[in-house]
Nanobody, 122 residues
């Protein structure tokens, strides 16, 4: 079974930094796209950043210039470097991956991690 495991969350002061990691494991052929989303209490999950298999990135306006998404395809891992953190960045951060399960597969599947808490104090 495919599994996404996030790590790197925690408590940090405003202006500080954290690096989140998400590693995919299990039975799959390749990872097409990966991304990070976040969700606060009573709020729908929102996009933070995405990265394609070719390395093209997209960021929410609220994190542009502060966050950087990257990936290591050999390790099946995506990272989110979070700098200049603000209290409004406080949320549970979820990793998402779009996977192709078999060679020459024509269908991709979406998987989510369990989330990691990021808390930024003022």
């Amino acid at each position: 079974q495919v599994q996404l495991v996030e790590s790197g969350g925690g408590l940090v002061q405003a202006g500080g930094s954290l690096r989140l990691s998400c590693a995919a494991s299990g039975s799959f052929f390749s990872i097409n796209d990966m991304g990070w989303y976040r969700q606060g209490p009573g709020i729908h999950r929102e996009l933070v950043a995405t990265i394609t298999s070719g390395g093209s990135t997209n960021y929410a306006d609220s994190v542009k210039g502060r966050f950087t998404i990257s990936r290591d395809n050999a390790k099946n891992t995506v990272y989110l470097q979070m700098n200049s953190l603000k209290p409004e960045d406080t949320a549970v951060y979820y990793c998402k991956a779009i996977l192709t399960l078999v060679p020459a597969g024509t269908t991709s599947y979406q998987y989510w991690g369990q989330g990691t808490q990021v808390t930024v104090s003022s």
